[in-house]
């Protein structure tokens, strides 16, 4: 097939992160590649998602994402005519059933799971925390990938506001429980004493807050802090997964200008952490011949010179042209063809853009693939497929 | 019903949407569209990525308001100033000792109260509007993910703090914010499945979960319509291959291209086209739906934005 593409990326890493913008297609590309090798390479291929289309799952052939991990039926892949050489499994992110489950894997007694399980404080970080996602994902990421069960892993990460929250969120987390600043917050409830330094600040803080308001906080703390260790090491062995040689990442992209800009700043990011970039998918690319000369020139003479071009038409098309009901009327044809020449104008104009887009965002990567702008949005496995079969 | 108000008629719009979909376009072009027509209209950007600069063309906004066109003024949200300007005015705590420790802290209560960041950006945003300091405050808010939880802050606020001086201060903020005749939601979307999706169940989630309501649903990027009644037929004839040999004698050159072109905007068109029946059977009827044109524009910047704000006002009516 080639080998110039993705395929030899995911034959030879455990783990490919796919990153990008929102609106960019990342579950989509996620999905493809991750059926691609499942099809191609073999073994058990896992994409991990977070957010899929409903149609997404439907494509697919699962009655829906779960958090649980699902094989896509084989029998899926022969009614596309393809004949897999491994399996394909898929399963979403569930923040909630994974934190509770991360909850329960490292609280010491049962009393401070219930308490902390129970804590409307802990309910509400599980739930709306933004960076709580991002650091479930890359944890829920680890414990698949140390369990063995997969060949490869494809993960779509979470919308993130700034992909490098994405990269940072095990560091951060692990700073987040050892910080001196938690402890500082945390003592005076424990010790029931508010020291000097920190008064003025509870002060402050009791007169916005309530104080009712501040001891729920400091409880959600204490509580939380008994887990520390095991979030700590974890939080580790998380950070070290991400940047291990097995791992690499892929950044998808649109051409337009605010995914462009968020794609360099995250290329650029992981150059700088010295994590492994494996390709840039540039994605609904237009096609090449929008750039053709000579095309340009018939489009430009089409919107200028349309009735005489009809005209020229009708007399070189003899009566087999006026015969045709369709084409009797010139002065309909002159308006077809202005609007054909006037349609190649308008994208060439967005397809010069792109290529000079395209251009700025290829210095990073070592490889770079295009999927071309489907006419359809991918909603099922031929659609996964036929994009896969683009970028591999 | 306060849904046939016209859209610029309220006091303080907040624009979201899928990520994409160009919100911050809209939200700015909602901006120079409002100034254009003599209202001192502040733009609010929520998430600082710069992008609100770029469609402007203009420096990097700050959360101190600047004036960047006539009548139009523009802030970055940064909830820590927020907090010292809450700070400053609600509660005149003398600065310099305590502020220190306590914006250091915000992290960490903003952490475990998710709420706490929300409500300042809120806050900010409802105070701009309660001193009428501006005609109308346009919001480029979060993308879809996050926009329930900060709209819904005022009220998370309510029911985690029960006494105290922000209990106070949410009260206020709910009234102005449920109040259908001063706020609104505009929800852009895109005519593609996954924004069309999110957008549908924005609509709901806001209904349910936040007492603000909605104003209006706005599709971008909607692709010209290629050919009138009978025109397609034409077209599909022009394709057949005698006939695309006759074109290119007749033009001396390549139109293969220019014909595959075309018959890609048709389809793009098409599939495109499913996606707004969708969106306009499925969105409640009395919700305003609104359609902008995509923009095949060179670049981005203050040129398309004026374009794209002229092409909204068009749609409104103005």
């Known amino acids: 097939m080639s080998g110039a593409g993705l395929e030899q990326l995911c034959a030879s890493r455990e783990i490919v992160i796919t990153c990008g913008s929102g609106g960019v297609g990342k579950t989509t ?41 699902t094989q896509v039926p ?77 060949d490869l892993i494809v993960v779509d990460t979470p919308p993130t506001r700034n992909a490098i929250d994405f990269l940072e969120a095990p560091e951060r987390m692990a700073d987040f429980f050892s910080s001196r600043l938690l402890r500082w917050l945390i003592t005076p409830y424990r010790s029931r004493l508010v020291n000097a330094a920190s008064k003025p600040f509870y002060t402050v803080a009791d007169r916005i ?79 090449r011949w929008f750039a053709d000369e000579g095309a340009a020139e018939v489009a430009d003479r089409l919107v200028r010179e349309a009735p005489e071009v009809a005209a020229e038409l009708a007399r070189t098309g003899g009566d087999a042209w006026t015969a045709d009901e369709a084409l009797r009327d010139p002065a309909q044809v002159a308006r077809v063809l202005r609007e054909i020449g006037q349609s190649f104008d308008d994208y060439r104009v967005v397809a010069t853009r792109e290529r000079e887009k395209a251009t700025t965002l290829a210095r990073h990567p070592e490889l770079v693939v295009s999927a071309p702008h489907l006419d359809h949005d991918v909603s099922d496995l031929a659609g996964l497929v036929a994009l896969g079969r683009a970028v591999w | ?190 005519p593609e499945e996954m924004p069309v999706t999110e957008t549908l169940e924005l609509v709901d989630r806001l209904e349910i979960e936040t007492r603000v309501p909605l104003a209006a649903v706005m599709v971008n990027k909607v692709l010209p319509e290629l050919f009138g009644r009978g025109e397609q037929e034409v077209f599909d004839r022009l394709c057949e291959p005698e006939t695309r040999a006759l074109l290119t004698s007749a033009v001396g050159g390549p139109v293969d291209p220019v014909l595959d072109g075309a018959d890609l905007a048709v389809r793009l068109r098409r599939s495109r086209a499913e996606h707004i029946t969708r969106l306009r059977t499925e969105l409640p009827g009395d919700l305003p739906l609104f359609y902008v044109p995509y923009l095949f524009t060179r670049a981005h910047g203050l040129r398309t934005t004026r374009t794209l704000a002229d092409t909204i006002g068009a749609e409104l009516g103005y």
């Open chain 1, 74 to 150: 084989p029998e899926l892949f022969a009614s596309v005519g393809v004949e897999p050489k491994g399996e394909l499994w898929a399963a979403m992110l569930d923040t909630k059933q994974s934190w509770d489950d991360l909850v329960r894997a490292h609280a010491p007694d049962a009393g401070t799971r219930d308490a902390i399980l129970a804590n409307p404080l802990y309910r509400n970080i599980t739930a709306k925390f933004v960076q709580s996602h991002d650091y479930i994902a890359m944890e829920r990421l680890h414990e698949i990938h140390r369990s063995g069960r997969y």
């Open chain 2, 1 to 190: 019903m306060p849904r046939d108000l016209e859209l610029l008629e309220r006091r303080l719009l907040f624009v979201t949407g899928k990520g994409g979909v160009g919100k911050t376009s809209i939200a700015a072009a909602l901006g120079l569209l409002a100034a254009g027509r003599g209202q001192r209209t502040l733009l609010v950007e929520i998430d600082a990525k710069g992008s609100l600069a770029d469609v402007l063309e203009t420096g990097p906004t700050r959360f101190e308001p600047r004036e960047v066109a006539p009548g139009l003024f523009a802030m970055s949200m940064d909830t820590e100033e927020s907090l010292r300007e809450y700070l400053k005015l609600q509660l005149r705590v003398p600065l310099l000792a305590r502020i220190g420790p306590l914006a250091k802290s915000l992290d960490f209560v903003a952490t475990a109260a998710p709420g706490v960041k929300e409500i300042l950006t809120v806050g900010k945003i409802a105070w701009e509007v309660r001193e009428r300091h501006y005609d109308l405050v346009v919001v480029d808010a979060s993308a879809t993910g996050h926009v329930v939880g900060q709209l819904a802050a005022p009220e998370a606020i309510n029911e985690l703090v029960h006494v105290g001086r922000v209990r106070e201060q949410t009260r206020w903020m709910l009234d102005l914010l449920s109040d259908p005749v001063v706020t609104g939601t505009v929800v852009v979307a895109t």
């Open chain 1, 29 to 69: 590309t996620a999905a493809a590649i991750g059926a691609m090798a499942a099809a191609q390479l073999g073994g058990k291929v896992l994409v991990l998602t977070v957010d899929p289309a409903r149609r997404l799952a439907t494509a697919l052939g699962l009655e829906r994402f779960g958090n649980v991990e």
């Open chain 1, 209 to 287: 807050l309530g104080s009712q308001f501040l001891a729920d906080i400091a409880e959600f703390f204490v509580l939380f802090q008994t887990m520390y260790d095991g979030f700590v090491e974890r939080a580790d062995a998380v950070s070290r997964t991400i940047a291990d040689r097995r791992t690499s990442f892929v950044v998808v992209s649109t051409l337009e200008d605010a995914p462009v800009r968020e794609a360099e700043f995250f290329m650029q990011a992981l150059v700088d952490r010295e994590l492994h970039l494996g390709a840039l998918v540039l994605n609904k690319v237009l096609p």
